[in-house]
């Protein structure tokens, strides 16, 4: 069976595919110190948990934004798993679609993913609005291409950096607040950063589309993006698990290519 694996700067997420459906998701902070035996145990640990003792995996796909992360998941796929991962970005990766962009530049994975899974559900013309660590924008061409974006500091990042800049300010949840204008700390801080992150948002998105000149249909993903799309009506579709997906997307296009 099939274990994707999605390294993002702050959080990794581990899930089960059986070729039609995940099994399970199982999340775990990102940590690059943690070894192989490590994440085999934690790993092994939830699965029996779940039932899943039995689940033979074989076939690991991982995509990471910390490339030293990389090292101790090959590690765990040989010692535990007995097979070579797919890491989506290397030369023995194929992707069904491509990146136009500057010659040398280093496309996040996580990106070129997300361009995959959105023009495998939704076709061409996308922008993918991915709340992660840093807030990206993936412009995706008519034919499937990564032809670019933004990329802005996450919400949660702002947040902290509030937090460690001023003696005064606490550490607080990204919510939408009662009304823009706060009447204490908390609320002023929540209301700057929920309000702030609604115009962003939707500023860049109307410029993307300003630029490109044609009907694009935006895709809204991460933990956060619901809670945005309160404020203002940012997106087209909300995909839950656009990261997973597209690794399912690209493990199927790499095992077509082989046969
Ligand atoms: N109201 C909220 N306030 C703060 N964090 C939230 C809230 N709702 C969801 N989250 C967080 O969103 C995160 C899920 O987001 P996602 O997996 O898209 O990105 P990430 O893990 O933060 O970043 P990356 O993928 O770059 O590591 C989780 O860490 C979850 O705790
Ligand atoms: C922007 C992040 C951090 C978002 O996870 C990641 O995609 C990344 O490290 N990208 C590399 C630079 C780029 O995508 O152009
Ligand atoms: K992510």
Redesign the pocket.
Same mark, same amino acid.
């Given at each position: 069976m099939l274990l994707a694996i999605d390294v $993002?700067?702050t959080n990794t997420v581990f899930a089960l595919w059986n070729g039609s459906e995940f099994l399970s998701t199982w999340r775990t902070a990102t940590e690059v110190q943690r070894t192989a035996d490590q994440y085999y145990v934690w790993l092994s640990t939830l699965m029996s948990l779940r039932g899943l003792s039995d689940v033979i995996v074989d076939e690991v796909i991982v995509s990471s934004?910390v490339p030293r992360v990389v090292f101790n998941l090959r590690v765990l796929c040989n010692r535990y798993f007995d097979c070579r991962p797919l890491v989506v970005g290397k030369p023995d990766c194929a992707l069904p679609v491509e990146a136009r962009v500057d010659p040398g530049?280093?496309?996040?994975?996580?990106?070129l993913v997300n361009t995959v899974a959105g023009h495998d559900l939704h076709g061409g013309d996308l922008i993918v609005v991915?709340y $992660?660590?840093?807030t990206?924008f993936d412009v995706v061409d008519t034919d499937g291409a990564y032809v670019g974006g933004v990329?802005a500091p996450g919400v949660n990042l702002s947040l902290q950096a509030l937090h460690e800049a001023a003696a005064a300010l606490p550490l607080v949840d990204v919510t939408m607040p009662p009304q823009v204008i706060g009447k204490n700390t908390v609320d002023c801080m929540q209301s700057g950063v929920f309000w702030g992150y609604v115009g962003l948002v939707g500023e860049i998105v109307r410029r993307i589309k300003e630029e490109r000149g044609r009907p694009t249909k935006v895709i809204g993903t991460g933990g956060l993006a619901p809670l945005f799309q309160q404020g203002d009506t940012l997106f087209d579709v909300f995909e839950d698990n656009l990261t997973m997906h597209g690794l399912t997307v690209i493990h199927r296009y790499n095992k077509d290519l082989q046969e």
């Open positions: $993002g700067n934004t530049t280093q496309v996040g994975p996580d990106r991915d $992660g660590t840093a990206t990329i």
